[in-house]
């Protein structure tokens, strides 16, 4: 599996819009596309990539699907990849290009399981925010009434910590990862209130 390790998470379900001039990235992008097939999408951990010979990254990612391309005025290639399934990581090897390559595992999905009436605020709070968001959430099926689909998306959209944000896509349990985020959300719109 061709991966891409990046300082961001990228969710189930989330889109990742990325703006490419590595030809190593822009061979791996039109190969995925022509096949048709996934790159995968890993936390860096430590260092930045740039120039590193063995890169480091979390072991849990997500798999991306690119949904839309465009030329910027720059000369550099945009894309949109949507997350799709987790994954583990099981081996990395570099290949000649400089492209990374893995061994990989495609997780479980989280259980289906319904928004619980406790979070209906939170799911309200949601759809406004998505909504304000636009264009970037166009191509994003929404499911409001879904407690992984909401946990997901707060975890991509509020302004924590990549290790708070991993932590989130390791999470198994749908209502857990809302637990956690709640919490997290409510002291955010504290301070920004003071």
């Not at 930045?48 to 290639?77: F, K, M, N, S």
């Not at 989130?168 to 997290?184: F, K, V």
Request: glycine content about 10%.
């Amino acid at each position: 599996m061709p991966l891409f390790p990046l300082t961001t998470v990228l969710f189930p379900g989330g889109p990742l819009p990325l703006r490419l001039f590595e030809p190593r990235y822009l061979d791996m992008v039109g190969r995925c596309m022509r096949k048709e097939e996934p790159f995968g999408v890993l936390l860096l951990s430590g260092a930045t990539e740039a120039g590193q010979t063995v890169v480091r990254t979390e072991d849990i990612g997500t798999l991306a699907t690119i949904v839309d391309w465009y030329q910027g005025a720059d000369g550099l290639l945009g894309i949109t990849a949507l997350g799709g399934e987790r994954f583990r990581l099981l081996g990395m090897q570099r290949q000649a290009d400089g492209l990374n390559v893995g061994d990989i595992e495609v997780l479980a999905k989280d259980p289906e399981v319904a928004l619980p009436q406790r979070y209906g605020l939170m799911a309200e709070l949601l759809r406004a925010i998505i909504d304000d968001l636009g264009k970037l959430y166009e191509s994003v099926e929404k499911n409001y009434a879904d407690a992984s689909w909401v946990g997901f998306r707060f975890a991509e959209i509020l302004p924590l910590s990549n290790s708070q944000k991993q932590l989130c896509l390791q999470m198994t349990d749908p209502i857990a990862r809302l637990e956690y985020l709640q919490p997290l959300l409510r002291q955010i719109r504290d301070q920004q209130t003071q």
